[in-house]
């Protein structure tokens, strides 16, 4: 592992990096970061629908031992994910390496390309190839759609708060390990437990909700209401929880 203020160190030239990146660029790998996502929320309600009603919450950890295939491949393999840019971009504009513009545009320009792969996985592999549209899945479909829209303002932004606590935490010890293997770990230990938590992920209800609104079982409308308070939250936790606290600790005297 890299040390503590070598990690806010990468952190900050990664953040850079992300900024610098050609328009095409950012939103072809945050099509891919929003579709890996929903892929590993898919695999989650495959893996738990047939075992929920017999298991309880252990179904819940089996699932969330399955969903950080999603920010796993991104983090290694390649895309960008507008939850983890929250923490890595936000600690490049503490450092004063950017600028507060040139924030606020990637986590839109990530964003907007992250709905289109979140949607895209819903419509092309939920609803056209029956993944969410039937049976025992999309009974599992529904029921945690309708968890997600059914909290209030203030526990949606909480929740938010939480996840992205954790998803901060994944990169953070992501791009402090040396090796693969250490990645892997570093990454699928944070996402798993918020998952298990049941925290709320944006870019997650974004492929959960529109699954839910093509099989007829949510609106836009509840979509938006959900979307804003929790987006709102991960900034919280990973710009201000993650990146802020780190900051601050490991570089005090900027």
Same mark, same amino acid.
């Given at each position: 592992?890299?040390?503590? &203020? &070598?990690?806010?160190?990468i952190?900050?030239?990664?953040?850079?990096?992300?900024v610098?990146?050609? %328009?095409?660029?950012?939103l +072809?790998?945050?099509?891919?970061?929003?579709?890996?996502?929903?892929?590993?929320?898919?695999a989650?309600?495959?893996?738990?629908s047939?075992?929920?009603?017999?298991? *309880?919450?252990?179904?819940s950890l089996i $699932?969330?031992m399955?969903?950080?295939? *999603?920010?796993? #491949?991104?983090?290694? *393999?390649? $895309? &960008?994910?507008?939850?983890? =840019?929250m923490?890595t #971009?936000?600690?490049?504009?503490?450092?004063?390496?950017?600028s507060?513009?040139?924030?606020?545009? =990637?986590i839109l320009?990530?964003?907007?390309?992250?709905? #289109?792969g979140a949607?895209?996985?819903?419509? /092309?592999?939920g609803?056209?190839?029956? /993944?969410t549209?039937?049976?025992?899945?999309? &009974?599992?479909?529904?029921?945690?759609a309708?968890?997600k829209?059914s909290?209030?303002?203030?526990q949606?932004?909480?929740?938010? +708060?939480g996840?992205?606590w954790?998803?901060?935490?994944?990169?953070?010890?992501?791009?402090g390990?040396?090796?693969?293997? $250490?990645k892997?770990m570093g990454?699928w230990?944070?996402?798993?437990?918020?998952?298990?938590?049941?925290f709320?992920?944006?870019?997650?209800?974004?492929? %959960?909700i529109?699954?839910a +609104?093509f099989?007829g079982g949510?609106?836009?409308?509840?979509?938006?209401? =959900?979307?804003?308070?929790?987006? %709102?939250?991960?900034?919280? *936790?990973?710009?201000? %929880?993650?990146a802020?606290?780190y900051?601050?600790?490991y570089?005090?005297?900027?």
């Amino acid at each position: 592992m890299y040390s503590p &203020e &070598e990690i806010i160190a990468i952190t900050i030239e990664k953040g850079i990096g992300k900024v610098r990146k050609p %328009l095409q660029e950012k939103l +072809i790998l945050g099509f891919i970061g929003g579709a890996m996502i929903s892929l590993g929320y898919l695999a989650y309600i495959r893996v738990i629908s047939s075992i929920v009603a017999d298991w *309880g919450s252990f179904a819940s950890l089996i $699932g969330a031992m399955v969903f950080p295939i *999603g920010l796993i #491949v991104i983090l290694l *393999g390649g $895309g &960008e994910l507008v939850t983890g =840019n929250m923490m890595t #971009v936000a600690a490049s504009w503490f450092d004063r390496k950017i600028s507060l513009t040139d924030l606020i545009a =990637n986590i839109l320009t990530i964003a907007c390309a992250n709905f #289109v792969g979140a949607v895209f996985v819903a419509y /092309l592999f939920g609803h056209v190839a029956g /993944l969410t549209s039937s049976g025992v899945f999309l &009974e599992e479909t529904l029921t945690l759609a309708q968890a997600k829209i059914s909290a209030e303002p203030l526990q949606a932004f909480v929740s938010g +708060i939480g996840c992205n606590w954790f998803v901060g935490l994944a990169l953070w010890l992501c791009y402090g390990a040396k090796d693969s293997f $250490g990645k892997y770990m570093g990454t699928w230990f944070p996402v798993m437990t918020f998952v298990a938590i049941g925290f709320q992920h944006s870019v997650a209800n974004i492929f %959960l909700i529109s699954a839910a +609104i093509f099989e007829g079982g949510a609106t836009w409308f509840q979509f938006l209401t =959900n979307f804003i308070p929790v987006f %709102l939250g991960n900034i919280v *936790g990973g710009s201000f %929880l993650v990146a802020g606290l780190y900051y601050l600790a490991y570089k005090p005297k900027h």
